[in-house]
């Protein structure tokens, strides 16, 4: 058999290619480079928003003209230029948005005050997340997940507020009951409802997206945009929410951390975690192996 020469690296962030710290270390960005240079190219696929990505592919300082990712778990992809324009932007392009309707958002508000819980309302317009915390328990659960991704929510008085501006990408749930209250949130709702997962790396939030959307079907339709076959893609990850991806890609690759959803989703299993350069190991193996 000829072996399919790899030409995306798609890259989970939380658990997968930054540290415990939520850094890059040097050794990760060196190899990325490395990579970039051949002409591979390099894709964020996060539950994290937009601006959460520039920020990682910036530090990358990869040679590639255009930063393709993947965030809100598969529910948006977009494509930055690597480049700032004259006046400091970044000019993007919206590749799509599957967001999760109205009256659904309402149904995972509704569940979240059942459940004592408190929702964010991920916005894609804007890249944030609005919330309506009603007890100090809930602000702890706020702060805990704005210190997760550097990034604190909006906080209103009302959720109608957030919908009035534009529908979710996703909505998230927070609960320090998470693994029982995902289990409700499953005999509650249908998969032709939502697709719901347990949040990643710190299961302390549940996901509620699009029953349609994944990072796997977000990873599908950004490669069909870039011309690439997702059998020439190697994709990392760690968590219950990159099971499809790993699925979907010709090669998929778990961290030694990951959960065992991803682990059994996977082609490979590392013997190295996050924190020990896993995903820099594993492409270097790659490499040495003419994959690229």
């Given at each position: 058999?000829v072996?399919?020469k790899?030409?995306?690296?798609?890259?989970d962030?939380?658990?997968t290619?930054?540290s415990?710290?939520?850094?890059?270390s040097?050794?990760t960005?060196?190899?990325?480079?490395?990579?970039?240079d051949?002409g591979?190219?390099?894709v964020?696929?996060?539950?994290?928003?937009?601006?959460?990505?520039?920020?990682?592919?910036?530090?990358?300082?990869?040679s590639?003209?255009?930063?393709?990712?993947?965030?809100?778990?598969g529910?948006?992809?977009?494509v930055w230029?690597?480049?700032?324009?004259s006046?400091?932007?970044?000019?993007?392009?919206?590749?799509?948005?599957?967001?999760?309707?109205?009256?659904?958002?309402?149904?995972?508000?509704?569940?979240?005050?059942?459940?004592?819980?408190?929702?964010?309302y991920?916005?894609p317009?804007?890249?944030?997340a609005?919330?309506?915390p009603?007890?100090?328990?809930?602000r702890?659960?706020l702060k805990r997940y704005a210190?997760?991704?550097s990034?604190?929510q909006?906080?209103v008085k009302?959720?109608?507020?957030?919908i009035a501006l534009?529908?979710?990408?996703?909505v998230?749930i927070l609960?320090?009951?998470?693994h029982?209250?995902?289990?409700i949130?499953?005999k509650?709702?249908?998969?032709?409802e939502?697709?719901?997962?347990i949040?990643?790396?710190d299961?302390?939030?549940i996901e509620f997206?699009?029953?349609?959307v994944?990072?796997g079907?977000g990873?599908?339709?950004?490669?069909?945009h870039l011309?690439?076959?997702i059998?020439?893609?190697?994709?990392?990850?760690?968590?219950?929410?990159?099971?499809?991806?790993?699925?979907?890609?010709?090669?998929?690759v778990a961290?030694?951390?990951a959960?065992p959803?991803a682990k059994?989703?996977?082609?490979?299993?590392l013997?190295?975690?996050n924190d020990?350069?896993?995903?820099?190991?594993?492409?270097?193996?790659?490499?040495s192996?003419?994959?690229?």
């Amino acid at each position: 058999a000829v072996m399919t020469k790899i030409k995306v690296v798609a890259l989970d962030l939380d658990g997968t290619v930054l540290s415990t710290k939520h850094e890059l270390s040097e050794k990760t960005k060196s190899v990325l480079r490395r990579l970039s240079d051949k002409g591979v190219t390099i894709v964020i696929a996060t539950g994290r928003s937009p601006p959460c990505l520039t920020k990682y592919f910036t530090s990358m300082e990869l040679s590639q003209t255009s930063w393709p990712g993947v965030s809100y778990n598969g529910a948006c992809g977009i494509v930055w230029s690597a480049q700032l324009s004259s006046d400091g932007s970044r000019s993007q392009e919206n590749v799509f948005l599957d967001s999760v309707p109205a009256e659904r958002a309402l149904q995972i508000i509704s569940f979240a005050e059942e459940t004592g819980s408190v929702a964010q309302y991920y916005n894609p317009v804007l890249g944030e997340a609005f919330a309506v915390p009603t007890t100090d328990e809930h602000r702890v659960l706020l702060k805990r997940y704005a210190e997760l991704v550097s990034r604190p929510q909006i906080l209103v008085k009302h959720y109608d507020e957030a919908i009035a501006l534009s529908p979710a990408a996703k909505v998230l749930i927070l609960s320090d009951q998470a693994h029982a209250v995902v289990e409700i949130a499953k005999k509650k709702f249908t998969p032709e409802e939502f697709n719901i997962f347990i949040g990643s790396p710190d299961p302390y939030f549940i996901e509620f997206l699009r029953p349609d959307v994944s990072k796997g079907s977000g990873l599908v339709k950004l490669c069909a945009h870039l011309n690439v076959d997702i059998q020439q893609v190697v994709a990392f990850g760690d968590g219950n929410n990159d099971q499809e991806m790993l699925t979907f890609a010709g090669i998929g690759v778990a961290m030694k951390n990951a959960t065992p959803t991803a682990k059994a989703a996977a082609n490979v299993v590392l013997e190295w975690t996050n924190d020990e350069d896993g995903v820099a190991r594993y492409l270097e193996y790659m490499e040495s192996e003419g994959y690229f």
